[in-house]
């Protein structure tokens, strides 16, 4: 019997292949086969994450569903598939891959939390995470004993009450900050009440979890089980004690701006390895070590960013799958068979929401939180994740838990994740501002005293000096009402696990994370802005807002409209490269601009980069600027002259204003001119009285020069424009009025920009000029203004790019 058993022992797997032309099966090689195995699981993952992309599901449910399609429960059913593409001896090198993978996350993980945050927990929150854990594992253990009683029956007792109580009481954080960032509720009450509490959660319940795992060992002695316990604490505290002092010494050693040592980076990792085979070593769990190290792991500085760089996408996107495969495979909803065990699946997916729900609501009530945002918390409490998957799989390989239990389990953890964001929907909305009628929209004003406000927009640090420079020239003579700005740096919420962590860092300063100036960040992009600040008498607020960039327009025009800005500053689509033309930044952020134009709540400028008084900040003093405005007629040249003539109050600015007129014979002539729709009457009598004020003006100030030019068609136009291309800055309307404009209104590449935009960037007009396109705020944008945003660019775009 001994010899049979041992002949039908597989042999090991060898690594690689002699090909096929060599008579060899990749299938039956380990390299070849775990490859096929990573690009079935990222290609299946990542389908399914974009299905369900419009339920605005997080990644990590496609991911478990996906694992599950691929297992005995789907796909896994047919046992040709099963033996060819995850065959029994191939399983070894998926696991050890697939927990490689999870131990470089969970350091990611861990490098996500703060424990800094952690102390400043409030009460309220402390108390919401306290008592949605304790409930829910109380019902956990009473859920072990029916279980026990069933399908689980002859497992070991005491590891298996606390394998269940964990597993209800689990929440997860990386999960649970998605969700809220997708939702844009972060910055709410609920959310940062949420934040806090599940960051309190997420640490009880890895105590919890080598509770668990210590008291699940094989040993026979109780003593076996105290002294995994006191190791795995040695370890804690030696890590405390020790790791940080190394850590900061290695993240002084790396200053902002440079890029981090690899010696550093490298000494990190195996750091991480070596974490996790002490703690395997004590058995605990590799893992645990993993999570502990990226917790002591500084979060100031380039060091944390630059760990996260060189290790998320690997882990995230190749090796982190495999452990949703893994887990997937182990689990067979086929197990659940008959009336009792659907009665049981249907059990633990109601204590478990029930706990934390009803613990969650009730120290909610107690705290005077409002009952719609006390059943959000819950909800949002209830959201299980990786760690979840994580406890189900170490129970089950540590035969805790059987086949039966661990399906009904995972289908568990599925079902309250994917029901949080719709039920969150459903029951919090929170008040959106409605529309306040703050007065001052628009730069154009009658009290020009007032204070302006600015909310400038940015994506990169390459347009910081011509944003700051723009400031700079926008403060007018700094003796009124003062000018602040608001600049926000707009960054995408990806898929990274980055994302998170910038979330996690800004969520504190408010919606959508303004920094109240209290704090001094090394961020470079901040220091710029805080210099303007300290030299000049502007006002400045930074601020980050993180979203994805389909919805990236809503954050900011609800900012405009929460800080009551003027005018809102948008960078266009478009750089410019050493050659002079213009290439494409990004696709999307033309997507953002046009969504901007259409919704904002006050007056928009888009600004086209060429380098506004070169790459560094100029001082006050050295400020020589020429700055002109064509003034064809409409609101938007009103409001793109009105922002120039507060520009021409500055000391070292001169402004050149061209208004441009039909020539009267040729108005006689024309039998009919296709006029812009919205140039009525009521427009042309307003553009009288507005450039007879101007005049007035001009006479007083000698730094305005004013020019009216006659013309009688389209090119007699542009050669005028011509004539002033040796400036700084144009400042012309995105849709003038007028009979003239209706000539220019030809194909354009960026119908966005209006025409007069569209010509200043058109490669056939030289000029090294930054230009500013300005929409005056209306309440709602109708004709031209409002079909230019649906147009498509011209074919056009592409051959400006290519040439």
Known sequence: MASNATAKCPPPMKATSNGVFQGDDPFHFALPLVIVQICLVVVLTRVLAYLLRPLRQPRVIAEIIGGILLGPSALGRNQKYLHTIFPPKSLTVLDTLANLGLLFFLFLVGLELDPKALKRTGSKALGIALAGISL???LGIGTSFALRATVSSGVSEGPFLVFMGVALSITAFPVLARILAELKLLTTDAGRMAMSAAAVNDVAAWI??????????????????????????????FCIFVG?????????????????????????????????????????????GAFVLGVIVPKEGPFAGALVEKVEDLVSGLFLPLYFVS???KTNVA????AQSWGLLVLVIFNACFGKIVGTVAVSLCCKIPFKEALTLGFLMNTKGLVELIVLNIGRDRGVLNDQTFAIMVLMALFTTFITTPVVLAIYKPARMARSEYKHRTIQRKQTSTQLRLLTCFHSTRSVPTLINLMEASRGTGKKGGLRVYAMHLMELSERSSAILMVHKARKNGMPFWNKGQDSDSNQIVVAFEALQHLNQVSIRPTTAISPMSSMHEDICSS??????????????KHQRLDGHLETTRTDLRYVNRKVLEHAPCSVGILVDRGLGGTSQISASNVDYTITVFFFGGRDDREALSYGVLMAEHPGINLNVVCFTLDPKILKESVHIDVNDDYDPETISSDIEFLAEFKQK?????????????VSDAEKTIDVIRKYNRCNLFLVGRMPEGQLVATLNKKSECPELGPMGNLLISPEFSTIASVLVVQQYRKELTGDSLHSLKEEADTTEGEYDSQ
């Open 136 to 138: 829910p594992f109380i």
């Open 208 to 237: 919890l979890l080598a509770l668990a795992i210590a008291l699940s060992g094989t040993g026979g002695s109780p003593l076996v089980s105290l002294w995994v316990f006191l190791c795995g604490f040695g370890f804690i505290m």
């Open 244 to 288: 940080p002092p190394i850590f900061k010494w290695m993240a002084r050693r790396c200053p902002e701006g440079e890029p981090v040592n690899e010696i550093y980076v490298c000494a990190t990792l195996t750091a991480v390895l070596a974490a996790g085979f002490v703690t395997d070593t004590i058995g605990i769990h590799a893992l645990f």
């Open 327 to 329: 887990s997937g495979l």
């Open 335 to 338: 197990t659940i068979q008959g």
């Open 560 to 573: 405009a409209e929460t800080k009551r800005a003027a005018m809102i500053i948008l960078p266009f689509h």
């Open 698 to 710: 001009v006479s007083k100030d000698g730094s305005i020069k004013y020019e009216e030019c006659v």
